[in-house]
T-cell receptor, first 116, second 115 residues
Framework: AQTVTQSQPEMSVQEAETVTLSCTYD???????LFWYKQPPSRQMILVIR??????QNATENRFSVNFQKAAKSFSLKISDSQLGDAAMYFC?????????????FGTGTRLQVTL | SAVISQKPSRDICQRGTSLTIQCQVD?????MFWYRQQPGQSLTLIAT?????????ESGFVIDKFPISRPNLTFSTLTVSNMSPEDSSIYLC????????????FGPGTRLLVL
């Protein structure tokens, strides 16, 4: 069974600074997707960034980037120039690439605080 | 991305009653997913709803407790039956966005409190 582990229950970062959230996963599959979702107090799940396992290049989306280490099964999220609006729960998630719809497996989440 | 709406957004219910949650998508999708997020916890998949067939339930979830309907390609309902305080959670539906690397997008969720 696939598992996703987020070892940091809480993190804190000062505004304008950079923070990295950790995620590791366990799978025997070779082709899959990895995601970071953000859940603000509104509880809406918002996609932050997506990585295809077959791509060596790390995904980036504006201030958000990932460090994908396939051999180590590691998928960390870096937030640059942190803003107050980045404060939220962040969930790492895994999904097998099947060509059809399949479920997401989530980590336990990391609560990010952004301070002035 | 797909636009997903859910009704109700929140509700307070008495134990022993049932609540039906609706999920509407603005485009046709093959599968819809129902997740539960208990207080302070991560998301757990309840079931996958495929149009025209029975929903597929994950371990620990049964059809009698969480019956699901999927009458067409843009709509699904999840019923939480015979509720107890342990059912107090956020219930979210999600869909895969075709052509976007199988990314799943989520509705705004239904916050349920059972007294």
């Amino acid at each position: 069974a696939q598992t996703v582990t987020q070892s940091q229950p809480e993190m804190s970062v000062q505004e304008a600074e950079t923070v990295t959230l950790s995620c590791t996963y366990d799978t025997s599959e070779s082709d899959y997707y990895l995601f970071w979702y953000k859940q603000p107090p509104s509880r809406q799940m918002i996609l932050v960034i997506r990585q295809e396992a077959y791509k060596q290049q790390n995904a980036t989306e504006n201030r958000f980037s990932v460090n994908f280490q396939k051999a180590a099964k590691s998928f960390s999220l870096k937030i640059s120039d942190s803003q107050l609006g980045d404060a939220a729960m962040y969930f790492c998630a895994y999904k097998i690439r099947t060509g059809t719809a399949s479920k997401l497996t989530f980590g336990t989440g990391t609560r990010l605080q952004v301070t002035l | 991305s797909a636009v997903i709406s859910q009704k109700p957004s929140r509700d307070i219910c008495q134990r022993g009653t049932s609540l039906t949650i609706q999920c509407q998508v603005d485009s046709q999708v093959t599968m819809m997913f129902w997740y539960r997020q208990q207080p302070g916890q991560s998301l757990t998949l309840i079931a996958t709803a495929n149009q025209g067939s029975e929903a597929t339930y994950e371990s620990g979830f049964v059809i009698d407790k969480f019956p699901i309907s999927r009458p067409n390609l843009t709509f699904s309902t999840l019923t939480v039956s015979n509720m107890s305080p342990e059912d107090s959670s956020i219930y979210l539906c999600s869909v895969d966005q075709a052509g976007v690397g199988e990314t799943q997008y989520f509705g705004p969720g239904t916050r349920l409190l059972v007294l």
